[in-house]
């Protein structure tokens, strides 16, 4: 489902679309007199006494082409909150018959900075499906129009659709089957960040091995795919201050290898590398924002398979620290990733 965010600076009242108000926990309806006609606010007035208080979303339906769509407001509100409260607003309209939203930023009455941007956001970062691989897939389009002056500036715009298309490539690379994003492809991928603006190294088994990176190497050995350590460094300002670094464990699948897992659920094993997903899609967010900071997110890519050159129970392999370590469970491989 694609939704699509539209900004127009005015549009007449009676525009024929489905309306969106923000309203405090009292439900004071008296505050949107002036943006919706006097028919609608008496509707509103009449059915807005029997609204639920516990309901976060409501829906008044003024005719077969048009509605009043409530959201209300707790006292203090959070930013997180209001991005919450985005998400339950997709849920909402995502089962009704309607695809055109309209939000007049100029009659929110509660005074909450960003509040259209952080709502929207919630609204995206919601509406999020993987459907590389379905036969068919959902055609639905949704459009919220966003009217007056109270809308995001132009640079949160893009500060959020940043954050959103680095959110999105993280879940889409969690949400790839391990046949597809193996270590080799996920390195590939990784290093075809340099185009934004990164700074991408990616040291191969052959690097790995010279660096005396043992303790990750033994766990990617049963595979026939390649082990690998990338590096994604941002330099967003012009000092030498030292970066904040991230790193995630990249295990595109985990069989436990020869300390084999049980069958059930062993498919959901995909997601051990979902650590390694959020630190690309956080450097990638930071690069299309151009974030003034300095970042470094180190990744280590393996596959943990059995095999005839699998790692054994009882071996002994030397980490990059110049530490022993005894492998006691092939499927303990986390820690040895990430050790290295």
Request: aromatic share 10%; proline share 2%.
């Amino acid at each position: 489902m694609n939704v699509q965010i539209k900004y127009n600076n005015s549009l007449s009242k009676k525009y024929l679309k489905n309306k969106l108000f923000f309203v405090d926990e009292s439900l004071n309806i008296q505050l949107l007199k002036k943006f919706i006609t006097s028919k609608e606010y008496s509707y509103l007035s009449d059915l807005s006494k029997n609204i639920d208080n516990k309901k976060k979303v409501s829906l008044f339906q003024y005719s077969s082409s048009q509605s009043i769509i409530l959201i209300k407001l707790k006292k203090n509100i959070q930013n997180y909150e209001i991005e919450n409260l985005g998400g339950d607003f997709f849920n909402f309209i995502k089962e009704l018959n309607k695809n055109d939203f309209v939000i007049n930023s100029d009659s929110i009455s509660v005074k909450i900075k960003n509040l259209i941007g952080y709502f929207l956001h919630g609204v995206k970062l919601k509406s999020y499906k993987f459907e590389k691989y379905l036969t068919k897939k959902e055609k639905k389009n949704i459009i919220i129009t966003v009217t007056g002056k109270n809308k995001p500036s132009l640079q949160d715009q893009l500060r959020f659709k940043a954050i959103e298309e680095g959110t999105f490539y993280a879940r889409d690379l969690v949400s790839e089957p391990g046949n597809i994003l193996h270590p080799d492809e996920y390195a590939r991928r990784i290093n075809s960040l340099k185009k934004i603006g990164l700074k991408v190294n990616v040291y191969n088994e052959k690097k790995l091995k010279k660096l005396g990176m043992n303790t990750l190497l033994g766990v990617g050995q049963g595979s026939i795919r390649g082990s690998y350590i990338v590096t994604m460094e941002w330099k967003g300002k012009k000092d030498n201050s030292k970066p904040v670094a991230f790193v995630g464990k990249g295990v595109c699948f985990d069989t436990g290898g020869i300390s084999l897992k049980p069958a059930k659920f062993m498919e959901d094993m995909t997601y051990d590398m979902a650590g390694s997903a959020t630190v690309v899609g956080l450097m990638k967010s930071l690069a299309l924002r151009k974030a003034k900071l300095n970042a470094v997110g180190v990744v280590g890519l393996v596959e943990n398979m059995p095999g005839g050159n699998a790692q054994r129970p009882g071996d002994i392999v030397k980490s990059y620290s110049g530490k022993t370590v005894e492998i006691l469970n092939t499927d303990a491989e986390g820690r040895l990733v990430l050790a290295d």
